[in-house]
């Protein structure tokens, strides 16, 4: 096995000229919970190990009422889940971030490692897409900033390209009447793949809903958002037939396939349930923040 | 071409230690075959398991899940560093007195979790010590002797 160099780069820009040095021959490494594993199992041929967790940038975790939230690449899940303000406006986050892994994994794992990773069944990707969060990029062109749901563009595959990084996470500052909710189905407890998950995201107003947006998780070769049940919401009261509806919506867009966690009728069912039940879900949150 | 070793200083139990690692070794291998502490198991190696758990400045992590070199400048803590010199830490009292281990291959990412836990939440719940345990696996004792055991220590350390 060839030998790899570890980097620990501390500005982005030191961050892109090692990528554009080493290109596809480099990752950027943050919790490892993913690449250390890939790396074992000889996924990649790298030369280098670029580690993100020394760049101020990707450290960062602010949050205001009025500019919203900015989640650093390489944050783990627990600083997230352990910032009460950040923990309680964006419910849908949380929700992921409490259920990656165990503590273990939660003490290293970051939102952007599961972003960039793109397994179709990522937890916190629906929960982001729900909450409207954007990818900022950046590299050797500059800086790009993307909608979640335009990341992924198969399994472990994303839009970006070689040389670029993860820089951070923004997520909008919720309104009043917002709520949101990710749930999954996992045989077990805990510590498991998701068979199907749904992160949905509601903006009550007057009694409607103003707007909504659905995704989900382990059903297509990316996490799936699903643009079309969340409008069928707009204007209309959040009723159980409304919600059912959307739920409906979400079923049909799925695309799972069957593997040894569930067959293809199997996860369309749960899509449909775990919709249906995540509005609700996302409905009393939007209730309680009144 | 021979891998080209990287000179990492880090603290481990409190003590400053040097070590020589190659980039792709994980702390795991580090800690077991070159710094020659050997309390932390290997089961899975790939983060389910827990054998291998350690604290790392102040948190719990896999250490077959970190790499070696990125110990740099970190505060490790492993099972070797829990018993004192006047003994036994409550927390490996409680798992004796209540037959919480039998092969012993997990005992060691438990008494670092636990040991976390308790210093974070003296007084947890059942299902707190449950949810905290769930990235630990034990093929042998089953858990309610170790969930009892912690709870046990909780107690003890509290009086
Ligand atoms: C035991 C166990 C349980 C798990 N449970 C879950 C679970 O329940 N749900 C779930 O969704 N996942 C789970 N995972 C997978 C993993 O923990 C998550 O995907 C995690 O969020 C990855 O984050 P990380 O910081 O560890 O990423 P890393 O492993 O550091 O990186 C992941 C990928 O992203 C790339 N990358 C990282 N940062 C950047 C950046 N800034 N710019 C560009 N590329 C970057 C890396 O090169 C790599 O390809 C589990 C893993 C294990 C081992
Ligand atoms: S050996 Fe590290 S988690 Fe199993
Ligand atoms: S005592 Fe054998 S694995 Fe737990």
Redesign the pocket.
Known sequence: MNSIDYIRPTTVDEAVSLLAKYKEKA????????????MRGGRYQLDAVID?KHIEE?NQLTYSKENGLVIG??V?CHKIYGDENIASAYPGIMDSAT????IQ?QG???????L??A?P????IPALIAHNAVANIVGANGTRSVPVEDICSGPGRTT?DTGE???SISVPAPSKGFGARYIRFIPRNE????VAGAGVSVQLKNGKIEAARVALSSVAPTPLFVENAGNSLVGKEPSDENIQAAANLAKEAATPITDMRGTVEFRKHLCEVLTRRALHTAVERAREEN | MPATKVHVTTTINGEPVEFLAEPRQSLLEVLRDVVQLTGSKEGCN???CGACTVNMDGRIVDSC?VLGVEAEGADIQTVEGIASADGLHPIQQAFLENAALQCGICTPGFLVSSKALLEKEPNPSEERIRMWLA?NLCRCTGYDKIVKAVMAAAKEMAS
């Not at chain 1, 990752?27 to 890939?38: E, F, H, K, P, S």
């Not at chain 1, 069944?121 to 916190?124: P, R």
């Open positions: 990752r950027v490494l943050a919790g490892g919970t993913d690449l250390i594993v890939q993100g990707l690449a390489a783990p259920l990656i892994g165990g994994i290293r794992a970051s939102l952007g490692g599961n960039m990773n397994a069944s990522a937890d916190a970006l990084i993860l820089v510590m498991d793949i998701a | 790939d983060g389910n899940l990235g």
